[in-house]
């Protein structure tokens, strides 16, 4: 079975840049539909950005022209550029991978395969 590992976040200033990755070990992801979500404490989990076999990507409306999803193949890792962070991000970043193309807001992600996440801060 295959394992999902987050990395690159980190803690920032407001208006700073990560990028976060997430490597598949096990499956290759050209295969699954990929995505990237975060929860806040308090807060319940929300898709930030997918990407689906085809290579089509979708983007929350919180983070449209400041996220980038990407992936490489070659690398088998999936990629989350985040430009112009706002304390508002500060959340836990997990991957996933779904076998199908699952609206990015959809609740089938939560049978997909997830990682453990990494934490990102953005300080004020």
């Known amino acids: 079975q295959g394992q999902l590992r987050e990395s690159g976040g980190g803690s920032v200033q407001a208006g700073g840049s990560l990028r976060l990755s997430c490597a598949a070990v096990?499956?290759?992801?050209?295969?699954?539909?990929m995505g990237w979500f975060r929860q806040a404490p308090g807060k319940e989990r929300e898709g930030v950005a997918s990407?689906?076999?085809?290579?089509?990507?979708s983007y929350a409306d919180s983070v449209k022209g400041r996220f980038t999803i990407s992936q490489d193949s070659a690398e088998n890792t999936l990629y989350l550029q985040m430009d112009s962070l706002q304390p508002e991000d500060t959340a836990m970043y997990s991957c996933?991978?779904?076998?199908?193309?699952?609206?990015?807001?959809?609740?089938?992600?939560?049978?997909?395969?997830w990682g453990r996440g990494t934490q990102v801060t953005v300080s004020s």
């Open positions: 996933a991978a779904y076998d199908g193309s699952p609206p990015l807001n959809s609740r089938a992600w939560r049978f997909g395969y």
């Open positions: 990407i689906d076999r085809d290579g089509r990507t």
């Open positions: 096990g499956y290759m992801h050209s295969r699954y539909s």
